[in-house]
């Protein structure tokens, strides 16, 4: 199995960017597809971004589009999730997930999360 390790969270003020980080470890030799979620106070979890084992494929949620880029270096088992223009709506912990095979979005492993605030 992989593990998944995020980082990159923190305060913004509306308007700002930040670069999540999710490391892999463990069985990633093997290819897997990785994904973000969020989550929100009071708020079901929701799917943000994922990207393809290879990286030629990503995929995401309406409201992100055109400001969230999802990429990922397998060099260094690291998928990254670029926000730019920040929205206080944006504010939530969010999880890196992965998964091998055809699962999709990925999901069936998940981070410890990482806390996203964004000030208005």
């Known amino acids: 199995q992989v593990q998944l390790v995020e980082s990159g969270g923190g305060l913004v003020q509306a308007g700002g960017s930040l670069r999540l980080s999710c490391a892999a470890s463990?069985?990633?030799?093997?290819?897997?597809?990785v994904g973000w979620f969020r989550q929100a106070p009071g708020k079901e979890r929701e799917f943000v971004a994922a990207?393809?084992?290879?990286?030629?494929?990503?995929y995401y949620v309406d409201s992100v589009k055109g400001r969230f880029t999802i990429s990922r270096d397998n060099n260094k088992n690291t998928v990254y999730l670029q926000m730019n223009s920040l929205k206080p709506e944006d504010t939530a912990v969010y999880y890196c997930t992965a998964s091998y095979g055809s699962t999709w979005p990925p999901s069936d492993y998940w981070g410890q999360g990482t806390q996203v605030t964004v000030s208005s």
């Open positions: 990207i393809s084992s290879r990286g030629d494929s990503t």
């Open positions: 463990g069985r990633t030799s093997t290819s897997y597809a």
